[in-house]
């Protein structure tokens, strides 16, 4: 038997697995490893001042653009460690083990260095904007992310909160930044969200992991998905959908008061109803169907969710600014 036949392709070191595709440039690695698709998340800096009717100025929008920019190197710096940690998951899992520092293009020293200097470095570089506020918010969002990288992704419930609290984090900067004042059905509605996203990712990381315990050789077989999260075992896919039903159903109830107060909005606000509860019904059909474990990749490639989510900002939008 030649060298090397009969083993798996989980074993391999990063060396072996280089070779069986071509390897990435450092720079191009690197910048893969900051993991670009999962700076859609901050966007939400967005959020607040574009429903408080704000983003028509253009100090606001400035201010907006340099928290998304401050946050997505900070997340950079976070995603580069979280990968430096997970090394050895990584390598053993079917589709992580093509993350530049699993698969050897991105050596951990190289990482390291980078993830140090970026967390260190992004929370005082903001206030070179005199914003206090933002730093402060920056400061919590990395505390919050390497705490998760390091023992909070393994604990029940608490990984959930974490990862949604980080959302959060994000949305409130962007009020913070612009001046705008934060309302309480807001902050309910994104909390609801983030939540709905990060139990999601869960059920469908759970699926996934069993259906490749269920694919593995009879004899190969384990009590625990191969390659998955600590915590998974700690779920169950009846209890992450239970919980997803109901931030679901306490989500469309918060967002249709906020719609239908009175007294600040209008009939596009209240029209807006439908494609949310669509968008809403949809995002859970496709966590259903096992799509939710990158949600990045799903607000990318899904076009019946792409349309309400552009319905809900158009009509969101004409209640604001008209």
């Not at 505390?143 to 409130?172: G, M, N």
């Not at 096992?290 to 552009?310: F, I, Y």
Request: with cysteine; hydrophobic share 50%.
């Amino acid at each position: 038997m030649p060298a090397g036949a009969g083993v798996s392709a989980e074993s391999r070191g990063p060396a072996e697995a280089r070779s069986s595709r071509t390897a990435r440039s450092l720079p191009f690695a690197l910048v893969c490893a900051c993991r670009p698709r999962q700076w859609l998340k901050n966007l939400l800096v967005f959020a607040a001042p574009a429903a408080a009717g704000a983003l028509g100025q253009p100090s606001a929008l400035a201010s907006c653009a340099v928290a998304f920019v401050l946050f997505c190197l900070a997340a950079g710096g976070t995603y580069l460690l979280n990968d430096v940690r997970d090394v050895e998951r990584d390598r053993a899992h079917e589709r992580k083990r093509d993350r530049p520092v699993a698969s050897g293009d991105l050596p951990v020293p190289v990482a390291v260095t980078v993830g140090v200097v970026l967390v260190a470095a992004v929370p005082p570089a903001s206030l070179l904007f005199h914003e206090p506020g933002l730093t402060v918010l920056l400061t919590c969002y990395v505390v919050l992310t390497l705490a998760y990288t390091h023992f909070l992704k393994d604990v029940v419930v608490c990984d959930l909160v974490a990862v949604s609290a980080c959302h959060v984090l994000r949305a409130v900067a962007g009020a913070v930044v612009v001046g705008v004042p934060l309302t309480t059905w807001f902050v309910i509605v994104v909390s609801l969200a983030a939540l709905l996203v990060v139990v999601g990712k869960r059920e469908a990381e759970l699926r996934a992991a069993d259906a490749a315990t269920d694919a593995a050789p009879a004899g190969s077989r384990t009590s625990e998905p191969l390659a998955a999260r600590a915590t998974l075992r700690g779920y169950s896919v009846s209890y992450l959908t239970q919980t997803r039903t109901t931030v679901s159903a306490a989500m469309i109830v918060t967002y249709c008061v906020w719609a239908l107060e009175p007294a600040e909005h209008t009939t596009f606000h209240a029209v807006s109803i439908v494609p949310f509860i669509m968008f809403v019904l949809r995002y859970n059909l496709l966590v259903d169907r096992g799509v939710g474990e990158e949600p990045e990749e799903v607000a990318l490639r899904d076009r019946p969710l792409q349309a309400v989510l552009v319905a809900l900002v158009t009509l969101v939008g004409l209640g604001i600014y008209l």
